[in-house]
T-cell receptor, first 114, second 117 residues
Framework: GENVEQHPSTLSVQEGDSAVIKCTYSDSASNYFPWYKQELGKGPQLIIDIRSNVGEKKDQRIAVTLNKTAKHFSLHITETQPEDSAVYFCAASSPTGANSKLTFGKGITLSVRP | GAGVSQSPRYKVAKRGQDVALRCDPISGHVSLFWYQQALGQGPEFLTYFQNEAQLDKSGLPSDRFFAERPEGSVSTLKIQRTQQEDSAVYLC???????????????FGSGTQLSVL
């Protein structure tokens, strides 16, 4: 089955700096790659996603890039703010028949220092 | 509109007790998923429903875990004879369309934190 790995496991940046979080996946059939943000005591919330037919997607301060050859994708956050502090999960989905279940990475804790 | 609602928010059970966790998905959502999230880990897939049909239960850890969605809306995850290793946050998620639509946005609830003593 699919295996998704995230690195680093923690990241601390100064407010206003950029943050980059990287993920790798193992199943070359995976075709959908979402990123979720989870705040303490809450469920994961989708912040951006990308499909395998594009290499980059941007939404205001966040962007995601995908390299299918190398099987890795990255989340880029520019002009970080303290409210960006949270746990971020990458995930991958591959066609498995009846459902599009996601395989998540272990998460990275992002801390934005004021 | 209301999001995905889960209850109870916290559940403490003695080892060996049965528990039932409830999920109210967003109204009209066809797909419903249950995930298990251990402390410090990412969510792990447990089971999937398309309306009332349980189409995938490959992630259920043992036959002590049982899920149902009898009328295609509210779902219940039941764990029998709870063990300490069952302690985790149980997340429910729903999406508008069925699982054949890849890339459907999942809406997660806040989860039920289960602690087995």
């Amino acid at each position: 089955g699919e295996n998704v790995e995230q690195h680093p496991s923690t990241l601390s940046v100064q407010e206003g700096d950029s943050a980059v979080i990287k993920c790798t996946y193992s199943d070359s059939a995976s075709n959908y790659f979402p990123w979720y943000k989870q705040e303490l005591g809450k469920g994961p919330q989708l912040i951006i996603d990308i499909r395998s037919n594009v290499g980059e997607k941007k939404d205001q301060r966040i962007a995601v890039t995908l390299n299918k050859t190398a099987k890795h994708f990255s989340l880029h956050i520019t002009e970080t703010q303290p409210e960006d502090s949270a746990v971020y999960f990458c995930a991958a989905s591959s066609p498995t028949g009846a459902n599009s279940k996601l395989t998540f990475g272990k998460g990275i804790t992002l801390s934005v220092r004021p | 509109g209301a999001g995905v609602s889960q209850s109870p928010r916290y559940k403490v059970a003695k080892r060996g007790q049965d528990v039932a966790l409830r999920c109210d998905p967003i109204s009209g959502h066809v797909s419903l998923f249950w995930y298990q999230q251990a402390l410090g880990q990412g969510p792990e897939f447990l089971t999937y429903f398309q309306n009332e049909a349980q189409l995938d239960k490959s992630g259920l850890p043992s036959d002590r875990f049982f899920a149902e969605r009898p009328e295609g809306s509210v779902s219940t995850l039941k764990i029998q004879r709870t063990q300490q290793e069952d302690s985790a946050v149980y997340l429910c998620a729903s999406s508008l369309r069925d699982g054949s639509y890849f890339g459907e946005k999942l809406f997660f609830g806040s989860g039920t934190q289960l602690s087995v003593l």
